[in-house]
C-alpha cells in the first residue's frame, strides 16, 4: 500500500511539474511578443528619422526629423498600431474581407456570408483610386509603417506579434492601403442600424395590424413633421401575418452588425467664449461603441506640418478621428441619418434569373465567392447585386419572415460606394486649422455619417457630415420600411447637396450640442431621420448646461460622468402612481412587504444611477418586467426584438395617449387588466428575478453588481480559465438613458451587463489647450501580458482622466520609452 501511495505522489508530482513547465513555456512564447519601446533600429519605408516618444501612459507622441514630411510620421502611428493592436488590426481586416473562416472554422461562417455578399472589400479596393494626393500619401506611409513592424517581428523572431497569433497561426500578407479604407467601411456597420429598424417595423406592423398601436411601441421623436405610413401588408402584399422568433446572426463569432439600440450613440458638446469662465471655447466628446478588450479606440500624437494633433484613433486608421489641435477641436456623435433602405425585389416567374427593374425585367449582376472554412469544405456563394444593391439572404435579420414568395431583398447603403473618399475626410479635417476649414472637409465624408462638432479659438459649431440619399417625396415608406424595388418613386435619386447637410454656427446662446437626439424638424425627404438614438439624455444635458452662466473644463466633466436619469425621474412618478403607500400593513418575509421596501426605497431615490445603490436595480427590473408584461401578448415572438425599455412607450400607455393603455390589458384573459395591475404584478415579477440572483435583503443591493462592464476578448473571452487573463470586468454607474451611457445588453441571464459605453471621453480647453484631458476605457496595449493592457481601466470607471499635451517636453519627461527608426 505503501509502494502504491509513493508512486501516486511521484505521478501527482510529475503532473504538477510538466504544468507548470507548460505554464512557463507558454508564458514565455506569449512574452516573446511583448513590445519593447527603448530602442533604436533601421527600417524600411522612411525617408528620415521618426521618433516615437511614449509618456508615462504609454501614449506614442510620434515626431519626425526637421524637414521630414508628414508621411514619415503615417509610417510611425503605423508602426505604433502594429506594434500594440496587431491581433486587433488583422481580425478586423479579415473580418471586412469575409475571411475569417479560415482561421475560426465555422463559427465565423455566417460572418463571413454577411461580409461577402456587401463586397465591403472590393468596393474599398475600388475607392483607393479616388483618395485626395493627401490621404493616399497617409495611406501608403500608414501601410508601410504596418509592414516594417511586421518585417522586424520576422527577422527578430518577437512571438509572431501577438500571444493569439501561436493559437491561430493566422498568416499575416503586408498592408494595403485598401485595408485601412475597409476598416473604416466596418466602422460604418457597426454604426448604422436603420435596416434593422425598417426589419422590425416591418414585423411589428404584420403582428399588430394597428397603425396608432405602432406608433406607441415604435414611437416617432417628438416633434412634428411625420405623416401616417401605410401598413407593410399594403406596401408588400404576399407578405406573411405572422412572426417568428428573432434569428440568431449577431450570434456568430464576430458578426459585426450590432443588435438594435446599439448601433452608435455619443454625447459631444461646446461652449463659445461668451459661455466659459477662462474666456476660451470648450469642447467635449465621448464616443460611445462596444465595449471589448482591447478597446477600439487607441491615443495618440502626431506632429504633422500643420502642427500637433492627439486624441483617439482607431488602429488601422491613419487619422485621430476625435481629438484637437493647437487651434481645432472636433468630436463626433452618430447623426442616425437614414442612410440604409432595404427593398424587395421581384423575380421572374420564368426566369429566377432576372428580377424586375424600372426598365422590365433584367439579369442580375452575379460573382462566385469561394469562403475557405479550417477543417472543413469551401463553400461556394453567388453574390447577386441589383440596381438598387446587394441581394441579402433570407436567413439573416429575418428578412425571410416579411419577403413574399418570389421575392428577393435588396439593400441600398452609401457605403456600399466605390468612390468613397471617407478616409480622404478624416485626413483633410485633422489637418484643418478652423472651423470653417473642418466644415469644408466634412464635404467628402460618405459614411458613417457623423454630427462633427467643432470648436476654434472663437467659435464653436455642429455640422453633419455624410452622403444624404435623396428620396422621391413620394417613396410609398418614406424609408421607414422596405419597399418595392422597382417602382422609381422608391429608389434613390443621387446624393443631396452638402449644403443641405444639417449645420449650426456660432449660436446665439454659445451652447450646442447632441445626444443623438433629435437635431431639427424636416419634413420627409429633406428630413434626417425618423429614427433617432435618444429621446432621454438630452433632457439632463439641456438643464446641466443652462443651470451654469459660464462653464468650465470641470463642469463639462461632470455633465460626462453625470448618471442621474431623466427616465427614471419621470416614469416613477407614473408607474408608481397607484401603488405609493397604499398597502395594508404586511409581516416581513411576505410579497406585500417586500412590495412596499421596495416602493419605500424608490420614493427617496433622485434618480441617480449608482453603482453602489439598490434603487437602480430594483427600478431597471421594474421596468423591464413591465415592458415585457405589455407588449407579449400583443406581439408574441416579435417582442424578443424589444430588449430594451422604450420610455417613450411606457409614458404613452401610463398617460393613456390616443389610447395606448390599451397595451395593459390582457387580451387573453377574461378580466380586465388595468395599467395599475400591470404595474403591480411587473413589480413583483422584478423582486422575484431580483430574489433569485442577489437575494432578498432589497437595501444591499448594489447596482454596479448587475451593471459590469464587460470589456471581453473578442476571441478568447469565452475560453475557459483564458477568460480570467483577458477580460475586463467593473461595476459601472449610469444607465442607457444617462449621459454618463452604459448600455445594458439586454440579453437573459444578464440583461444589465454594461456593453457599449463612451471608450472615448476627451475635454477640451482652448483658453489652456494643454490643460485638456483624455482618457480610454482599457489600455493602450492590446496584449493580456502588458502592464498597459488595463492600466487605465480604473481610472475609466472612477471617472479620472489623464493629460491631453501637446508639450513635447511633458512627453519626454515622463518617457516610458523612445523608439528612434531611421530609413534602411
Not at 37 to 53: C, M, T
Not at 558 to 568: F, K, M, R
Request: contains cysteine; glycine residues 8%; proline residues 6%.
Amino acid at each position: 500500500m505503501g509502494h502504491l501511495f509513493r508512486w501516486l505522489l511521484r505521478i501527482a508530482a510529475g503532473l504538477i511539474l510538466l504544468s507548470v513547465l507548460a505554464a512557463l513555456l507558454i508564458y514565455y512564447l506569449a512574452a516573446q511578443s511583448l513590445p519593447e519601446y527603448d530602442k533604436e533600429l533601421a527600417l524600411p519605408g522612411l525617408s528620415s528619422p521618426v521618433e516615437i516618444v511614449r509618456d508615462n501612459a504609454n501614449v506614442p507622441h510620434i515626431f519626425g526629423s526637421y524637414g521630414a514630411s508628414d508621411e514619415d510620421v503615417y509610417f510611425g502611428l503605423g508602426y505604433a498600431h502594429a506594434q500594440d493592436r496587431l491581433w486587433q488590426m488583422a481580425v478586423m481586416r479579415r473580418t471586412a474581407q469575409g475571411r475569417l473562416s479560415e482561421i475560426f472554422g465555422t463559427r465565423t461562417v455566417e460572418t463571413d456570408t454577411y461580409l461577402r455578399r456587401l463586397d465591403l472589400y472590393r468596393l474599398a479596393q475600388q475607392s483607393v483610386e479616388v483618395q485626395s494626393p493627401e490621404a493616399m500619401a497617409a495611406l501608403k506611409s500608414y501601410a508601410a509603417g504596418v509592414n516594417a513592424r511586421l518585417l522586424e517581428i520576422n527577422e527578430d523572431a518577437l512571438g509572431r506579434g501577438a500571444p493569439e497569433m501561436f493559437l491561430f497561426g493566422m498568416p499575416l500578407p503586408p498592408w494595403q492601403p485598401a485595408d485601412s479604407i475597409a476598416i473604416m467601411k466596418l466602422m460604418a456597420l457597426q454604426l448604422s442600424g436603420h435596416m434593422r429598424e425598417e426589419v422590425l417595423r416591418a414585423r411589428t406592423s404584420l403582428a399588430l395590424n394597428d397603425e396608432t398601436r405602432i406608433k406607441d411601441i415604435l414611437p416617432d421623436a417628438p416633434g412634428t413633421g411625420i405623416t401616417a405610413l401605410p401598413e407593410y401588408a399594403e406596401l408588400v402584399p404576399g407578405a406573411r401575418r405572422f412572426a417568428s422568433a428573432d434569428s440568431t446572426e449577431e450570434d456568430s463569432l464576430l458578426f459585426p452588425v450590432a443588435p438594435r439600440g446599439l448601433a452608435g450613440a455619443s454625447n459631444a458638446w461646446a461652449a463659445a467664449p461668451s459661455r466659459s469662465a477662462a474666456g476660451g471655447t470648450l469642447l467635449a466628446n465621448d464616443p460611445h461603441l462596444g465595449l471589448s478588450a482591447p478597446g477600439v479606440w487607441y491615443l495618440a500624437r502626431l506632429e504633422l506640418g500643420t502642427g500637433g494633433v492627439i486624441g483617439g484613433t482607431i488602429p488601422g486608421i491613419p487619422a485621430v478621428i476625435t481629438g484637437r489641435s493647437d487651434s481645432l477641436g472636433w468630436g463626433v456623435t452618430s447623426s442616425y441619418l437614414d442612410d440604409q433602405d432595404l427593398f424587395i425585389e421581384k423575380l421572374n416567374p420564368e426566369n429566377p434569373q432576372e428580377y424586375l427593374s424600372v426598365d422590365g425585367y433584367k439579369d442580375f449582376i452575379t460573382r462566385p465567392s469561394i469562403i475557405k472554412i479550417k477543417d472543413e469544405a469551401p463553400v461556394t456563394l453567388t453574390l447577386r447585386w441589383t440596381d438598387n444593391g446587394p441581394v441579402l439572404p433570407g436567413s439573416m435579420f429575418n428578412l425571410a419572415e416579411i419577403t413574399p414568395p418570389g421575392h428577393v431583398v435588396s439593400l441600398s447603403w452609401t457605403v456600399l460606394s466605390p468612390k468613397d473618399t471617407s478616409m480622404s475626410a478624416a485626413i483633410n479635417l485633422m489637418r484643418s486649422t478652423s472651423v470653417q476649414e473642418a466644415i469644408a472637409a466634412g464635404e467628402d465624408f460618405i459614411a458613417p455619417s457623423q454630427n462633427l462638432t467643432l470648436a476654434d479659438a472663437d467659435t464653436i459649431a455642429l455640422k453633419t457630415v455624410g452622403a444624404f440619399p435623396a428620396r422621391d417625396p413620394k417613396h410609398q415608406s418614406k424609408g421607414r420600411m422596405p419597399s418595392q424595388g422597382w417602382l422609381p418613386e422608391n429608389r434613390w435619386q443621387g446624393r443631396a447637396p452638402y449644403a443641405d447637410n444639417p449645420e449650426f454656427l456660432r449660436p446665439a446662446g454659445g451652447i450646442l450640442g447632441n445626444t443623438n437626439n433629435k437635431i431639427l424638424d424636416r419634413a420627409f425627404p429633406d428630413h434626417v431621420s425618423f429614427d433617432w438614438g435618444d429621446t432621454q439624455r438630452v433632457h439632463r444635458w439641456q438643464k446641466l448646461m443652462q443651470n451654469r452662466e459660464v462653464h468650465t473644463r470641470d463642469s463639462f466633466i461632470e455633465a460626462q460622468l453625470d448618471t442621474v436619469s431623466y427616465t427614471a425621474r419621470t416614469l416613477l412618478p407614473l408607474i408608481g402612481a397607484d401603488l405609493w403607500f397604499t398597502g395594508e400593513a404586511a409581516p416581513a418575509g411576505t410579497r406585500e412587504r417586500q412590495r412596499q421596501i421596495a416602493l419605500t426605497l424608490l420614493s427617496e431615490w433622485n434618480g441617480e444611477m449608482n453603482e453602489h445603490l439598490p434603487e437602480p436595480l430594483i427600478y431597471a427590473a421594474w421596468v423591464r418586467a413591465l415592458q415585457a408584461r405589455l407588449i407579449t401578448d400583443e406581439l408574441g415572438p416579435v417582442a424578443k426584438s424589444f430588449r430594451h425599455v422604450e420610455p417613450l412607450f411606457i409614458e404613452r400607455v401610463f398617460r393613456d395617449v390616443e389610447g395606448a393603455s390599451a397595451w395593459c390589458n390582457v387580451r387573453q384573459s377574461a378580466r380586465t387588466e388595468t395599467c395599475t395591475d400591470m404595474a403591480r404584478l411587473a413589480l413583483d415579477d422584478a423582486l422575484i428575478w431580483i430574489e433569485e440572483r442577489y437575494g432578498s435583503a432589497l437595501e444591499s443591493l448594489r447596482w454596479g453588481d448587475a451593471h459590469q462592464a464587460t470589456q471581453d476578448h473578442a476571441v478568447l473571452g469565452n475560453v475557459p480559465l483564458l477568460r480570467y487573463f483577458v477580460n475586463i470586468r467593473q461595476s459601472t454607474s449610469g444607465s442607457d438613458n444617462t449621459l454618463q451611457r452604459g448600455k445594458s445588453s439586454g440579453k437573459d441571464p444578464d440583461p444589465f451587463q454594461n456593453i457599449h459605453a463612451a471608450g472615448y471621453r476627451g475635454v477640451y480647453d482652448f483658453a489652456d489647450p494643454d490643460s485638456s484631458v483624455f482618457i480610454v476605457s482599457t489600455g493602450q496595449s492590446g496584449h493580456p501580458l502588458s502592464r498597459y493592457y488595463d492600466d487605465m481601466a480604473q481610472l475609466w470607471r472612477r471617472g479620472e482622466y489623464i493629460p491631453m499635451s501637446l508639450d513635447e517636453d511633458l512627453a519626454r519627461a515622463a518617457a516610458v520609452g523612445i523608439t528612434r527608426i531611421t530609413p534602411r
